[in-house]
């Protein structure tokens, strides 16, 4: 089937740790995105790719890094600057054309703690 | 800039009864996008709506419909006969047309049907 797979479905980092989300995508789509969803917050967006090798900062990226070096694939790094990385992490993806509207799907997100 | 809010943090209503969810956008384009998502507890957002500024007219799907009024710039969804299925958490977002820019998502609105 056709989807968005998100590995693993939990993790836990130690203080200091860098750790890489996976996120997966067989719909062909162009674009991927990265979310962070915390409690009340609803979702905030870190990193987004229109295209292979190339991605934008979004809204909150400081303390993480991304790499697109594949159309199919777009890891996220929470890494050790990020001071307050517990929370829900959804990958999404969606077609090109204006990356504005069209629809985006969604991976079933990976909940990061620290331990 | 654009803003989504979804003043309903949380709802909770009988099953059966019908329930409606606001969603009230800030946007100076007149090009713009709106949707709406599904967020079950398994965590992942399932694509419901997508409307553009252009098409006011009303849709209905099954139980659920939409109203989008230009001139109070809102986009309620209302689901008719709720079911216990139906609990969830739902996002209102937006883009537009201008720039490739990313969705914007309202916080949520928490949507209980009890039995």
């Known amino acids: 089937d056709g989807g968005i797979t998100q590995s693993p479905k939990y993790l836990f980092r130690k203080e200091g740790q860098n750790v890489t989300l996976s996120c997966e995508q067989n719909?062909?789509?162009?674009?991927m995105y990265w979310y962070r969803q915390d409690p009340g917050q609803g979702l905030r967006l870190i990193y987004y790719?229109?295209?292979?090798?190339?991605?934008q900062k979004g809204d909150i990226a400081e303390g993480y890094s991304v790499s697109r070096e594949k159309k199919e694939s777009f890891p996220l790094t929470v890494t050790s600057a990020q001071k307050n990385p517990t929370a829900f992490y959804l990958c999404?993806?969606?077609?090109?054309?204006?990356?504005?509207?069209?629809?985006?799907?969604f991976g079933d997100g990976t909940r990061l703690s620290i331990l | 800039a654009q803003k989504v809010t979804q003043a309903q943090t949380e709802i909770s209503v009988v099953e059966k009864e019908d329930v409606t969810l606001d969603c009230v956008y800030e946007?100076?384009?007149?090009?713009?996008?709106l949707f709406w998502y599904k967020q079950p507890p398994s965590g992942e957002l399932v694509f419901l709506i997508r409307?553009?500024?252009?098409?006011?007219q009303n849709e209905i799907s099954g139980r659920y419909s939409w109203n989008f009024q230009k001139s109070t710039s809102s986009f309620n969804f209302t689901i008719t006969a709720s079911q216990v299925v139906d609990s969830a958490v739902y996002f209102c977002?937006?883009?537009?047309?201008?720039?490739?820019?990313?969705?914007?998502f309202g916080k949520g609105t928490r949507l209980s049907v009890i039995a």
């Open positions: 999404a993806s969606s077609l090109w054309g204006t990356l504005s509207n069209q629809p985006q799907h």
């Open positions: 719909l062909n789509h162009d674009a």
């Open positions: 790719s229109q295209i292979v090798n190339d991605f």
């Open positions: 946007t100076r384009d007149t090009t713009y996008y």
């Open positions: 409307r553009n500024s252009f098409d006011e």
């Open positions: 977002a937006l883009t537009v047309n201008s720039g490739n820019t990313p969705l914007v």
